[in-house]
């Protein structure tokens, strides 16, 4: 929630998750661990540099970068911009890289840059370093000049005009589906199904991204072979049995296949209908009546059916009395048993400015990517502020709109929170001090959520 997952707002601002609720009360901001072999469509996978530990230190310039992740992006265009050199570490393809990372940096976020085997940080710190004139001294002790690169050649993105715009949109009825079953015979394995589409889709995003590396030129996105291939390969769940998606199947399976389907459809969906400008158009988005959503095993389903009915256990979304699914609804049969994981949160896209490291969940590791991306976020999105006073603890919004799915009050929910984190971290320890508090000195605050959009036309 992105992050980062997506995202996504902050990290990889996608229009992100929003229950049915046109105020935007319910919203998620890219993030998830699955490295798949062959990718449908065409998408070349992430490339992966193996190192090991003590080569990994001399190396003049290192980033231990996810896919989709747009700081990453970000990071690696100001290399190119410089004519640095650099070897690329991908923390998704390999659990081994993903763990030293995480030794090395001490944190669970994805851009994390080296120079001659010393922690930089992400993509803040590189440009912090460079601008106070700290970055090209450590360069060049490592043998690396900065230099400015020749520019790239522009690749505008042609603005469309309301009437295209429009007629675009319109093709997209509101019971339709962005899969339509394209007679291929339907997929052979769910899970991997799910992963696969979500890899393929970060990649093209990848691929597609402006020149800053903060925006998505979903024009040429669209336009592309790649993405034509991809929505083939879609249609495949359509005629998915629903036996590899109901009770009888593996909860992590299941799990694993409806958090990568989520945010692939948030992708799906922005691509094809734009991202959401307004309150009433984020519920249109969400609730599918805009057209985004998958028919898999026979159901249509759309983003809030996958979170709230499915991921949520069936729990009634922000706002409403009443779950999605009645007595009698098929779509109840793929519906995770209570209770709800709140771990979902930070896995259903970025939900912090650096991208968690996990970018899609696989079952034999969706324990490990969850945490991870329940410290990811935690470590990136949690302050603390304390003197004799008393102690402030700022959240984000998705705490206060989910706090429910943490704990049964505001300690309960810190209280999670705080065991999301490694025990010697420093916030951890803050997040301690502050629970021992009096109830009358601890203050939550929540931050306002960012719903800006990463379309390289808008404003």
């Not at 469509?41 to 190192?51: K, N, S």
């Not at 922000?318 to 009645?326: E, N, Q, R, V």
């Amino acid at each position: 929630m992105l992050m980062i997952v997506l995202p996504l707002i902050v990290s990889f601002t996608l229009s992100t998750r929003l229950p049915s609720d046109p105020t935007g009360a319910a919203a998620r901001s890219p993030a998830p661990s699955a490295r798949l072999s062959e990718e449908p469509g065409g998408c070349a996978g992430p490339r992966i540099e193996r190192v090991d530990e003590a080569a990994a230190a001399t190396l003049p310039l290192e980033v231990f970068t996810t896919p989709g992740c747009a700081y990453c992006a970000r990071a690696k265009r100001f290399f190119k911009r410089h004519s640095l050199p650099y070897t690329e570490r991908d923390v998704s393809a390999d659990e081994a890289v993903l763990r030293e990372m995480i030794q090395r940096a001490s944190v669970a976020t994805c851009p994390q840059i080296f120079v001659a085997g010393t922690l930089v940080g992400g993509y803040d710190n590189l440009l912090a370093d460079y601008e106070a004139g700290r970055l090209e001294p450590r360069l060049a002790r490592a043998g690396l000049q900065m230099e400015e690169a020749a520019p790239e050649d522009p690749q505008p993105e042609a603005d469309e005009d309301e009437e295209e715009a429009a007629l675009r949109t319109a093709a997209v009825r509101a019971d339709s589906v962005l899969n339509p079953a394209m007679g291929g015979g339907g997929a052979a394995d769910a899970a991997g199904t799910a992963a696969a589409l979500q890899l393929c889709m970060l990649t093209l995003m990848d691929e597609f991204l402006d020149d800053a590396g903060a925006r998505v030129r979903y024009g040429a996105l669209r336009a592309s072979g790649e993405f034509a291939e991809f929505v083939m390969t879609a249609g495949d769940l359509c005629d998915l049995p629903i036996s590899s998606l109901d009770a009888s199947a593996p909860t992590d399976e299941r799990k694993a296949f409806w958090i990568n389907l989520y945010n692939c459809l948030v992708m799906h969906g922005t691509t094809v209908v734009g991202s959401p400008k307004d309150g009433p158009a984020r519920k249109a988005f969400f609730t599918g009546a805009s057209g985004v959503a998958y028919r898999v095993a026979g159901c249509r389903l759309t983003l809030d059916d996958i979170e709230h009915g499915i991921l949520r256990c069936n729990t009634p979304p922000i706002g409403a009395d009443a779950p999605l699914f009645g007595e009698g609804d098929p779509r109840l049969a793929l519906c995770l048993a209570p209770p709800t994981d709140p771990r979902l949160h930070f896995a259903l896209n970025c939900g912090a400015r650096s991208c968690p490291p996990i970018k899609l969940y696989e079952a034999a590791r969706l324990e490990q990517g969850l945490s991870l991306a329940a410290r990811a976020f935690v470590e990136s999105d949690l302050a603390v502020e304390q003197d004799a006073e008393g102690a402030r603890v700022s959240l984000s919004k998705i705490l206060d709109w989910y706090g429910a799915d943490f704990g049964a009050d505001e300690a309960a929910v810190l209280g999670r929170l705080q065991g999301f984190l490694p025990e010697e971290s420093a916030q951890h320890a803050a997040l301690g001090e502050a629970l021992q508090r009096p109830a009358s000195e601890l203050q939550v605050t929540y931050r306002e959520y960012d719903w800006g959009g990463n379309d390289a036309t808008s404003d």
